[in-house]
């Protein structure tokens, strides 16, 4: 599965990026989890999109596993199972978004 990509190759900003992200059918809006926090092994009816804007967090996305950081892309499937566990002492401040339905 092909889930990690760079957004910040493609998008000068968080703006632009999250006017690209409405234009691919997703709802954005920013979201942030607390240091050390872990969200484990939670699943969405639609597909989802999770563009970091800072932060560092480890991420589980079906059986695939790796570290992201500020400039990646996360790209899951809908009724895929996910975890993030953020690694930074600040908090993960990401732009993410559910498809449209």
């Avoid at 899951?76 to 498809?99: D, F, Q």
């Amino acid at each position: 599965m092909n889930w990690k990509s760079r957004w910040s190759e493609q998008h000068a900003d968080a703006d632009a990026l999250k006017q690209q992200l409405e234009t691919e059918g997703f709802n954005a809006y920013e979201w942030s989890g607390r240091p050390g926090g872990a969200y484990l092994d939670y699943i969405h009816t639609q597909d989802e999109v999770v563009c970091v804007l800072s932060g560092t967090a480890d991420v589980k996305v079906a059986d695939a596993s790796g570290t992201i950081e500020s400039g990646d892309r996360i790209d899951v499937p809908a009724n895929t199972y996910h975890s993030i566990t953020v690694t930074s002492k600040e908090p993960l401040v990401v732009l993410t978004g559910m498809r449209k339905t």
